[in-house]
Structure formats: C-alpha cells, structure tokens
C-alpha cells in the first residue's frame, strides 16, 4: 500500500516537471514593441524594424510603432517605407505630430521638397516649440532654390525664332533613307575622343558630399590619366576602358549635385571664419550648427557637443543684433544643449549654471521658459537632488499641461518622491499619471505609471 503511494507520487512529480519544461512564455505586442525600442536606441535599426513588424502584427495600427519604425526605415535610407508608416499613422490622427514630423522627413529625401516644406511649416504651426520643424523648413526651402535658383535670374522676354521648330517639323516628315546616313555619322563621331566634362566646385565640399566614395572618386580619375590602360579596348560593344570610367565619373557626379540638394546647408561653405559665415548668412547657419549640436548628442558623443556649442554660442554673443535678429533665443537655446551636455558628463553643478541661464534669458525675452524648467528638474534628479528637482517641476503643475507632458511630468514628481521614500506622495502622482496616459491612451507611459504605481504601493506595504 505504502509503496503504491510512493509510486503515484514519484509519478506525478515526474508529470510536474514535463509540464514545467513544456511551457512556453507568451509573446505580447508590449514585448515586441519594447525589443523595438531597445533595438533603435543601441543603432540596430533592422533588428528594430523587424520587432516592429511582428508588434505590428499583435496589434496591427499602433500609432507609435508606426512612427518609430518610420524613423529607423529613415536611418536605413528607405525613405518609401517611412512615408508610408508615417502616412498609415496619421490616419489615426492628422495632428499627431511625430507622424507629421516622419512624414515631412521622409518626403524630403525622396527629393519632393515642396511637399515637405508643406508638411514642416503644418507641424511648426501645431508645435512652434519644436526645433525639428524649424531646421525642416529652413533645410527644404534652401533646397527648393538650389534645385530651380532664384525667379530674380529668369527673365522671359517675348522675342525669338519659330523657324527652328518648323525645321524640326520638316526633319521629321523627311524620308526613312536618310535615317542609314544618320547613322553612319553617328558612328563616325563616336569613334572620335570622349571628353569628360569636369564639374565646378570647391574640393573640400566635393568631399564632404561624397564621403567614402571621393576614393573611388580620385582612383578613377587618377587612372583616366593612363593612356597605355584607357585607350585598350575590351571585347564587348568594342567600348573602351575610358568610356567605362567617364561613366562611372558621371555617374559620382550626378549623385553629387543630388546630394547638394539634399545637404543645402552644407554646400555652400567658403574658406571664411565662422563668424563672418554667420554674419553673411544670419540664422541660416546658425541653425546648420545647432543641428549638428542636436545630432552629436543624440549620438552620445557629449564632449564633442559640448566644444561645438560653446564654440557657437562665443561666436553669436560676438555678432550684432541687427544681423541675427534671433540672437536671444538662439543663446538661450545653446546654455539648453551645454546643459544638456554637462548632465551627460556628470558635471551637474556646470549643468544647473547653464539650464538657469536659459531660463534667465527666456523669462527676459518673455519666451516660453518650460524647456528649463524641465531641463532643470531632470538634473536635479540625475544629481540626487530629488527634493529641488520636486520644487522647480512643481512650478509647471498649473501650467496648461497637455497629453504626454503632463504623463511625464507626473511620473517624474511620483518617481522622485520614490526616492524620497515618501510612497503615498509617489503613488498619488502616479495614478494622476496613469489617469492622464489612459485618457490619450498612450501604451507606454500607462506602462510607466502603472510600474511607478506598483513599486511605490508594494514598498509601502513592505
């Protein structure tokens, strides 16, 4: 009898423990989007894109996904993949600003530069605040007049002679035996030197234009200059070696002067100091410098972010008002990136002096001060010190807060308080922040509070 029972419970531990090798942890849309996520923000950008995909097949029309899939389709140069997520993603909502801003993104590199000035300016009018849009609409419009110069070159005069088209006409009702001579003549003059047209241009933005490929560029026109190699011919359309490198040569240059188009505010630098740069250009290449700020510290490359806007901002100070109408704001715009830079390097006391810089110069210039207020808080908070980073954040709770901002406001104040070990004020402000992800229906930051929820409710019962 005994032995029966030892038998029936060996064989139920042995059922216990097939069942637990053979359970298979669910997939989710959360999981699949968040591997989404992780892979954009550590530049693998495939992998991303593939995780997007199968969230998007969990939960097919995630706004987000849509519009985070479209931005790493614009780091692969599939700029046609991005237009259409982009485009799916604002039939949800024509006013959601990160489908608008992808979409005007992607419109430019395909070279539709009209339509993405269009989009641009319909974002900077929805979110004024937002420098993306300002850099678009200054990028595209350079663009458009490189492409087609400015109207004040063209002039149409009314004079002329309309025999050449009637000698066309005539050349086309002539006789099908001419068409052997024609021929003929052709090939005479094809066998005579072909001539490379060499383009105009600065050598250094030739360079910066064409990158890697300005090697290949100078192999190929070194090696134009061998006459015992480029005169052989090979055996296929009795072509020769030189033609084939003309080709290639065109070929680098047309994507040159494309690529002029698309990098308008880099192509037209000259051996000039950068102030004097700024001065004859004004904003225009000021905003260029702030890109390339923005860009180095989304990169992760502080120092060099750091030396490029204190270097900026030395050089606007310099110049007069009346050449930089914008001064202010621009100033007070790059005390916002060498804060930012600061706090990424743990230099938290430099960072606080530049973000109360910002915040100075706004509330002078009377501008909207919301930017240094946050910037502010989230140093404080990086820096330990969680109860100024409450007091300066809680300055903005009876501001017109709206949408994701105000989530994220919330959570920061909740998520502070956490640190504080104060957990009722943590678990307060994380409901109010899931209340208001809940109501603009926002995945992630519902996530967020609902975490923030769940640690402060937990620790406190503990």
Not at 310 to 335: D, M, Q, W, Y
Request: proline share 2%.
């Amino acid at each position: 009898m005994l032995g029966n029972r030892t038998k029936n419970r060996r064989d139920k531990d042995d059922d216990s423990e097939v069942d637990s090798e053979s359970i298979v942890i669910p997939v989710t849309f959360e999981s699949r989007r968040d591997d989404g996520f992780h892979f954009m923000h550590v530049g693998q950008y495939k992998k991303a894109i593939e995780s997007f995909t199968k969230a998007l097949e969990l939960n097919e029309g995630d706004k987000q996904c849509l519009v985070t899939r479209s931005k790493c389709s614009l780091q692969l140069g599939d700029a046609q993949n991005a237009l259409k997520d982009a485009e799916m993603a604002l039939l949800q909502g024509n006013d959601f600003i990160p489908a608008i801003l992808r979409k005007a993104e992607a419109l430019y590199q395909l070279g539709d530069f009209e339509t993405a000035l269009v989009y641009f300016h319909r974002g900077n009018k929805l979110r004024p605040e937002l420098q993306e849009f300002l850099l678009g609409i200054s990028k595209a419009q350079e663009a458009i007049n490189n492409s087609i110069g400015s109207f004040n070159s063209v002039k149409l005069l009314a004079e002329g002679d309309l025999s050449l088209f009637e000698r066309h006409q005539e050349e086309k009702n002539k006789k099908p035996h001419r068409e052997g001579r024609r021929k003929m003549i052709q090939k005479v003059e094809e066998k005579k030197t072909r001539q490379r047209k060499v383009p105009s241009g600065d050598p250094k933005v030739t360079k910066k234009l064409l990158e890697e490929l300005h090697i290949d560029k100078e192999y190929l026109e070194h090696l134009l200059l061998d006459k015992t190699l480029t005169n052989s011919k090979i055996d296929f359309n009795d072509e020769t070696i030189r033609n084939l490198i003309i080709d290639e040569l065109e070929y680098l240059d047309t994507r040159m002067n494309f690529w002029q188009q698309q990098k308008p505010l880099y192509s037209h630098r000259r051996k000039t100091t950068a102030k004097s740069a700024i001065l004859r250009s004004g904003s225009k290449d000021i905003l260029n410098r702030l890109e390339e700020v923005d860009d180095l510290l989304l990169q992760g490359n502080f120092r060099k972010a750091l030396e490029k806007a204190r270097g900026t901002l030395k050089i606007v100070e310099a110049c007069p008002s009346n050449k930089v109408p914008e001064k202010n704001l621009f100033i007070a715009n790059l005390h916002s990136c060498i804060g930012n830079a600061f706090m990424e390097l743990g230099e938290f006391q430099l960072a606080e002096n530049h973000h109360i810089k910002d915040q100075s110069i706004s509330e002078e210039n009377k501008q909207d001060k919301g930017r240094a207020v946050d910037n502010l808080g989230r140093t404080y908070a990086r820096w330990g010190k969680n109860e100024e980073a409450i007091k300066i954040w809680e300055t903005k709770l009876n501001s017109d807060l709206k949408g994701v901002e105000k989530a994220w406001l919330y959570h920061e104040i909740g998520r502070c308080y956490l640190e504080l070990k104060k957990y009722a004020e943590a678990l307060n402000y994380g409901q109010m922040s899931l209340a208001v992800a809940e109501e603009i229906e926002d995945e992630d930051w519902e996530m967020n509070a609902a975490l923030l929820c769940a640690q402060s409710f937990e620790t406190r019962q503990s």
